[in-house]
T-cell receptor, first 115, second 113 residues
């Protein structure tokens, strides 16, 4: 069974600075996808970024980028130029490709961006 | 619709009552998922539909929980004889044929008193 671990329950960062959220996962599969989702107080899970395991190049989406280390089963999220609107819960998630269709989530990291 | 819609947004019910939670997925999305998110936790998988059929219901905690999707669009999660431990946010998500990017609704916060 796949597991996703987020070891930082809470983090804070000053506006305009950079912060990195950590995630590790465990799987025996070779083909899978990894995601970071943002959940603001509105409760809606918003997809931030996706990484395909077969791609060596790290995904980037504007101020968001990942550091994907497949051998180490590590998938961290870097947020550059942090904005107040980035304050939210962030969840790392895993889905296998061609197997079980369910997302497996970590417990989340609560990020606070301070003015 | 433009996004995944869940109703009601909040539901308070008494212990032992029956509740129904509704999910209206993005138009054209064939895959639909239900997750449950307890306080301070990440979402946990309940059930997955591909079209009208439940392709994977391994996450349903017991036989008090049941979900349907009769026409392959709207889905209803049904909980019988609710217990206080059922209190959580119930999230619905849908995805298209590539079944990779899932789009979530805003959830239904269920409180059993």
């Amino acid at each position: 069974a796949q597991t996703v671990t987020q070891s930082q329950p809470e983090m804070s960062v000053q506006e305009a600075e950079t912060v990195t959220l950590s995630c590790t996962y465990d799987t025996s599969e070779s083909n899978y996808y990894l995601f970071w989702y943002k959940q603001p107080p509105s409760r809606q899970m918003i997809l931030v970024i996706r990484q395909e395991a077969y791609k060596q190049q790290n995904a980037t989406e504007n101020r968001f980028s990942v550091n994907f280390q497949k051998a180490a089963k590590s998938f961290s999220l870097k947020i550059s130029d942090s904005q107040l609107g980035d304050t939210a819960m962030y969840f790392c998630a895993f889905i296998s490709q061609g197997g079980s269709e369910k997302l497996v989530f970590g417990k989340g990291t609560k990020l606070t961006v301070n003015p | 619709g433009a996004g995944v819609s869940q109703t009601p947004s909040n539901k308070v019910t008494e212990k032992g009552k029956y509740v129904e939670l509704r999910c209206d997925p993005i138009s054209g999305h064939t895959a639909l998922y239900w997750y449950r998110q307890s306080l301070g936790q990440g979402p946990e998988f309940l059930i997955y539909f591909q079209g009208t059929g439940a392709a994977d219901d391994s996450g349903l905690p017991n036989d008090r929980f049941f979900a349907v999707r009769p026409e392959g669009s709207v889905s209803t999660l049904k909980i019988q004889r609710t217990e206080r431990g059922d209190s959580a946010v119930y999230l619905c998500a849908s995805s298209s044929l590539d079944r990779v990017d899932a789009f979530f609704g805003q959830g239904t916060r269920l409180t059993v008193v």
